[in-house]
């Protein structure tokens, strides 16, 4: 008979194999005869056998083998809630670790130098687990962005100017320019395990298209599909758009765009001095392209884009791109839906 592990057997079972035992020990039988009528190892036989002859029946039943919270651990509760507020606060270079992101291991290498407590990966992993830790792929961000300005732009700046546009009867638009490329297929791909799916390359027809867009905070879009490079004249077109389109609605634009160079050339200060009554354009703090809502709809498009058959002219890719925006135009709640990024979530 396959011998049973005592170990894994709730106690209301394990209590009842040990009366079974006992049974069989007051009817004659020898621990080894027990042991393969029952099933049970000769350890737990034997126990079983000792507890009754050392106390009786009331012996047999097992004790809860309960763990108090706490048990175990190695740090205490003023070095776990240090641990989790600097890994919530600093990066690992910021404290000159070789580690990029705050893996296990880079968590057990700082408790280690900062404690002298020296843990398992495993254990690691627990006490995370433990502090509602998981495993997220991090947002990416530029060395070169002040945390104090995008703060500053967050609590005061962005706020001011939303006030404004109110009392003016105005309307925000969020601006940006962006690549769209027919080679650049991206996105996933099923395929049996082990095995890597193929995309057909478009060999020497590589086409490429720049676009330049606003949205509302209300869902609106305005776009220019551009063949060729972006400058100042294309960026000076798409404010007489939006200029022309503000006088018909009767309501000024207040424009928010990133600082490219381009943003700030001569050309476009001037023509932004001669129509200030109708737009005024603020710019967003330098290396922060998270913040700005139009980032959201080019991505929109560029995954439309690169999850499709690749095209080979440039005509095609020019089409897929208007059909896309148009598609977009007349679907407004696809467009607020952007504001469920966390990162643009204080301007909805």
């Known amino acids: 008979m396959e011998k049973e592990d005592a170990r894994y057997q709730k106690l209301e079972q394990l209590h009842e194999r040990r009366k079974q035992v006992v049974r069989l020990h007051r009817k004659g039988y020898g621990v080894m005869a027990i042991v393969e009528l029952t099933g049970l190892s000769y350890p737990a036989a034997r126990l079983a056998i000792d507890l009754y002859e050392e106390g009786a029946a009331a012996t047999l039943k097992p004790r809860p083998q309960a763990r108090t919270p706490g048990d175990g651990r190695r740090l205490n509760a ?21 580690s990029a992101l705050w893996t296990r ?9 900062e404690y002298a407590v020296k843990l398992s990966i495993r254990a690691v992993g627990d006490y995370l687990k433990r502090w509602g830790f998981t495993p997220k792929k991090p947002i990416k961000r530029a060395y070169e962005q002040r945390p104090e300005s995008v703060k500053q732009w967050i609590d005061q700046e962005y706020p001011a100017i939303e006030k404004r546009a109110k009392a003016k009867g105005g309307e925000t638009h969020w601006g940006d320019e962006t690549a769209l ?4 297929v991206r996105s996933r791909s099923y395929a049996p395990k082990g095995q890597t799916p193929v995309t057909m390359a478009v060999r020497g027809t590589r086409q490429k298209l720049s676009m330049i867009s606003t949205v509302t905070n209300q869902g609106k879009a305005s776009w220019m599909i551009i063949d060729g490079a972006f400058n100042h004249e294309k960026l000076i077109e798409l404010f007489e758009v939006l200029v022309a389109d503000g006088k018909r609605a009767g309501k ?57 058959v690749p095209v080979r002219t440039k005509a095609k890719l020019h089409a897929a791109a208007k059909n896309h925006m148009a598609f977009i135009e007349t679907h407004l709640e696809r467009m607020k839906s952007y504001f469920q990024d966390l990162r643009v979530k204080y301007a909805a």
Not at 268 to 296: C, G, M, T
């Open 78 to 98: 003023d070095q776990e809630e240090a641990i989790r507020r600097t890994i919530c606060d600093k990066r690992p270079e910021q404290l000159k670790m070789e």
């Open 105 to 113: 291991g880079a968590v057990m290498l700082f408790i280690e130098q």
């Open 181 to 184: 490329v027919n080679t650049d």
């Open 252 to 308: 000024k634009v207040f424009l928010i765009i990133d600082n490219l160079g381009v943003h700030h050339c001569k050309p476009v200060k001037a023509w932004l001095a001669e129509h200030q009554a109708d737009i005024e354009v603020f710019y967003l703090p330098s290396y922060s392209p998270e913040l700005n809502l139009d980032e959201r709809l080019n991505a929109d498009l560029k995954h439309v884009i690169r999850t499709r």
